[in-house]
């Protein structure tokens, strides 16, 4: 098999344009093709008067060695990866005990999938509910204003990617093609096949939902344990004489205590009070950057016209999106993050007194306005020194002012972006309708972030507007605040994926810093279940 890349063809291309594009690229006929798949499919509209299709191909052909050959100084012509997944270890059923996972969002999925299909029987803690309980829950803040604390955008079955665009891609080194594991267990589990060969393939919010139920399923018909709503509220450590510390299990609200000697940690980017519990034992947690800011939002066709010109609403196309950076003058970035084409800003407040925004799609993509984190970058050196979870208090503090410029009833602030960028307060919203729900408050945001955040988002945004005609249209609507960009903290971990001084214990994923995304949370996930599985057998050995 021949991995075939490169192959470009205009966008409207008859059906037999690529096969006879492998034909010309290899110098063959078309009877020497015994026969071809797709392996990724991407557009390039960087000419908006001539998009292309840009495929790679793994083609099986006659005489395949010679074709090899003869194509030897082409790099686009290589023998096809092996992408398939191959275990790294299996249970042989005298282990003395249970691995334990703490989350259920991709990475918790994934390490206690992986976990189950090697024979280890994992339990699976969350804090959480199960998906269709915790999206009722999550619709009690969006359409009544309740909070509740335990169950909502970011705790409970799925994790906080299930309330988003659901995007699977991702910039990670991955040379074992782990994410094509990732990949193929959501095609099992009800994802559109079309997942493995799109370039920036995403499922939506909805087909996520009953996605988690049926791997779940899977883990608990291979001996896995869900055990929801079991909030973990301490670990269990041992201290030897000499000092040396190793996990022995957690304790659960309520008093249980689960031993284990093997404890994945993946518990997303907004559980602070465990990270609070685990700085209080002496797990060696550090501070890292991440960013925070507003929701822009503007009309979709706005975007599809601005990327696509005549060829937008094109089926092949789909809702436009868009990735915008700018280095501003007093040293902040800024950036587009999470961009939901066709989408919605959510409520993602997990803490009473607090809000926070989020953007989300279903797989349609069909919805009014297309939205973005718009943010700027904080580090612990600039912005919140001195102790590692500083940056928690950080985002509290600018959740908030939000909540409270908001009305304090978990209504928005919101604002005209061309009230924001004369530094006026909005009394009205323009012709963007903000899709935020409960609602948005007119209001000045420049009250919500600090005034560099500030400075650095008016300098961006007319540049952008040059980038993309109508970006920095006056009725573009500004929502408040997004904080939960990444993990404020990185619970660090030595070459097993052990914590560097807790043994035993396994940070994973998002929130112990190593992930940004479905995609790449679930394969940290992958590589995390096998060290526990290796470490396991290599008990046994010892």
């Not at 395949?64 to 398939?84: F, K, N, T």
């Not at 409970?156 to 080194?173: M, N, V």
């Not at 979709?300 to 089926?315: E, V, Y």
Request: hydrophobic residues 40%.
């Amino acid at each position: 098999m021949l991995r075939l890349t490169e192959i470009r063809l205009p966008l409207d291309h008859d059906p037999d344009a690529l096969s006879a594009a492998i034909c010309e690229r290899l110098g063959i006929e078309p009877d020497q093709i015994i026969d071809f798949q797709i392996a990724r499919r991407a557009h390039d509209a960087r000419r908006k008067s001539a998009i292309l299709m840009v495929y790679s191909v793994d083609a099986e052909i006659k005489d395949e060695a010679a074709v090899l050959a003869r194509c030897s100084g082409d790099i686009r012509v290589r023998p096809a990866p092996d992408q398939a997944y191959h275990f790294t270890a299996k249970a042989t059923g005298h282990e003395t005990s249970r691995p334990i996972v703490i989350g259920t969002g991709p990475c918790g999925l994934f390490a206690g999938l992986i976990l189950a299909q090697m024979g280890f029987c994992p339990i699976i803690l969350d804090r959480g509910k199960v998906v269709r309980e915790r999206t009722k829950d999550t619709w009690g803040l969006w359409r009544g204003k309740v909070l509740n604390p335990e169950s909502n955008v970011q705790y409970g079955e799925g994790g906080a990617g299930t309330f988003s665009d659901g995007k699977l891609y991702s910039q990670i080194k991955d040379p074992r093609h782990l994410g094509r594991k990732v990949l193929t267990e959501f095609v099992k589990a009800g994802a559109p096949p079309e997942i493995l060969t799109e370039a920036h393939p995403h499922i939506g919010t909805f087909r996520l939902v009953s996605m988690v139920e049926s791997l779940r399923g899977s883990i608990e018909a291979l001996g896995g344990e869900y055990r929801f709503q079991s909030k973990v509220t301490d670990l269990l450590i041992e201290t030897a004489p000499s000092g040396t510390r190793k996990t022995v299990g957690v304790a659960l609200e309520g008093g249980e205590r689960l031993m284990s000697d093997h404890v994945v940690l993946a518990i997303g980017h907004s559980a602070r009070d465990t990270f609070e519990m685990l700085y209080d034992r002496g797990v060696h947690i550090e501070a890292k950057p991440f960013s925070i800011g507003f929701r822009i939002e503007h009309p979709q066709s706005l975007i599809d016209n601005a990327r696509f010109g005549s060829f937008a609403k094109h089926p092949d196309l789909g809702a436009a999106d868009y990735k915008l950076s700018h280095a501003c003058a007093n040293g902040r970035t800024v950036y587009s993050f999470c961009m939901c084409p066709g989408g919605t800003v959510v409520a993602a407040a997990s803490e009473p007194g607090r809000l926070v925004t989020n953007g989300m799609s279903q797989y349609s993509r069909k919805e009014r306005n297309a939205n973005a984190g718009m943010v700027v970058d904080v580090t612990p050196e600039k912005d919140f020194p001195g102790h590692p979870l500083a940056g928690i208090a950080l985002q509290r503090h600018w959740e908030e002012q939000a909540f409270k410029a908001g009305g304090s009833d978990y209504t928005a602030p919101g604002q005209r972006l061309g009230d924001f960028l004369a530094g006026r307060a909005s009394t009205q919203l323009g012709q963007v309708a903000p899709s935020y729900k409960p609602g948005v408050k007119p209001t000045d945001l420049s009250a919500c972030l600090p005034d560099f955040a500030i400075a650095a988002m008016r300098e961006a945004l007319p540049v952008f507007g040059r980038q993309i005609p109508g970006f920095d249209d006056p009725d573009a609507v500004l929502t408040g605040v997004e904080t939960r960009t990444s993990s404020p903290i990185r619970i660090t971990r030595d070459k097993t994926f052990q914590s560097l001084n807790t043994p035993g214990l396994y940070p994973a994923g998002e929130g112990a810093g190593y992930a940004g995304g479905i995609l790449s949370a679930a394969v940290d996930g992958i590589k995390v279940a096998e060290a526990v599985a290796a470490a396991m057998v290599g008990d046994q050995a010892t």
